[in-house]
C-alpha cells in the first residue's frame, strides 16, 4: 500500500467555487504533515503545515485527523492562479525526510 | 527564493555513461535530499545527507550514489546510467530534521537515451 495515497483528480472548479482535496497516509507513526503546490515543470513550493487543530491562511485551510489518518486542504474562492497540482506529504519512519503523494489535479476556468 | 541551485538543467546522456548532478544552496542548511520525481510515481526521495559527509539512503536508491564534501554542495551520481533512469532530479535543503521548511531547487531535466 502506497504511503500517502491521494484522488488524483483532475478538479475542474470555476472561479469562486470552493474545492477540497483529502488524502490518507498509511504510517500512524507520522509526526509532520504538508501541502506542497507544484506548477507544471516547476518544484514543489510549501504552501502550509498541517496541525491537529486545523489550520489556516488565508482562503486555504488545513486539517488533520490522526485517528483516521486523514489530511485535508480546503481552498475558497478559488483564482485562476490557483490551478497547480496539489501534493500531500507526510513524514516518514525515520523523520528524516518526506513521503510525497502522488498530487491532485486542479484547473480553475474562468 | 531560497539560494538553492542545480546543474545541469538539462541533460542529455547514453546509457552505460556516467553522470553527476550538483545542487548548490547558499543558505547553510544542515539536511540536502535528492528526489526524481517520474509520472505515476509522485516525488521519491534516492538519498540525503544530514551533514558533511554524512549521507544515508533512500527510498531509491539503487543505482546511485551520493557525495557531500562541503556543507553547500551535494552531488548525485549515476555510476552507469540507465533508461529507466530518466526522470526530473530535484535537491532539497532544510534546516530541520523532517524537512518542515524545506526549499527545493529547480530540477534537472535527465534523459538516457
Known amino acids: 500500500r502506497k504511503e500517502v495515497e491521494q484522488d488524483p483528480g483532475p478538479f475542474n472548479v470555476p472561479e469562486g467555487a470552493t474545492v477540497a482535496f483529502n488524502c490518507t497516509y498509511s504510517?500512524?507513526?507520522?509526526?509532520?504533515f504538508f501541502w506542497y503546490r507544484q506548477d507544471c515543470r516547476k518544484e514543489p513550493k510549501l504552501l502550509m503545515s498541517v496541525y491537529s487543530s486545523g489550520n489556516e491562511d488565508g482562503r486555504f485551510t488545513a486539517q488533520l485527523n490522526r485517528a483516521s489518518q486523514y489530511i485535508s486542504l480546503l481552498i475558497r474562492d478559488s483564482k485562476l492562479s490557483d490551478s497547480a497540482t496539489y501534493l500531500c506529504v507526510v513524514t516518514g519512519d525515520s523523520g528524516y525526510a518526506l513521503n510525497f503523494g502522488k498530487g491532485t489535479s486542479l484547473l480553475v476556468t474562468p | 527564493d531560497a539560494g538553492i541551485t542545480q546543474s545541469p538543467r538539462h541533460k542529455v546522456t547514453e546509457t552505460g555513461t556516467p553522470v553527476t548532478l550538483r545542487c548548490h544552496q547558499t543558505?547553510?542548511?544542515?539536511?540536502m535530499y535528492w528526489y526524481r520525481q517520474d509520472p505515476g510515481h509522485g516525488l521519491r526521495l534516492i538519498h540525503y545527507s544530514y551533514g558533511v559527509k554524512d549521507t544515508d539512503k533512500g527510498e531509491v536508491s539503487d543505482g546511485y550514489s551520493v557525495s557531500r564534501s562541503k556543507t553547500e554542495d551535494f552531488l548525485l551520481t549515476l555510476e552507469s546510467a540507465t533508461s529507466s533512469q530518466t526522470s526530473v532530479y530535484f535537491c532539497a535543503i532544510s534546516e530541520s530534521r523532517g524537512q518542515t521548511t524545506g526549499y527545493f531547487g529547480p530540477g534537472t531535466r535527465l534523459t538516457v537515451t
Open positions: 543558505e547553510n542548511h544542515r539536511y
Open positions: 504510517n500512524s507513526a507520522s509526526q509532520s
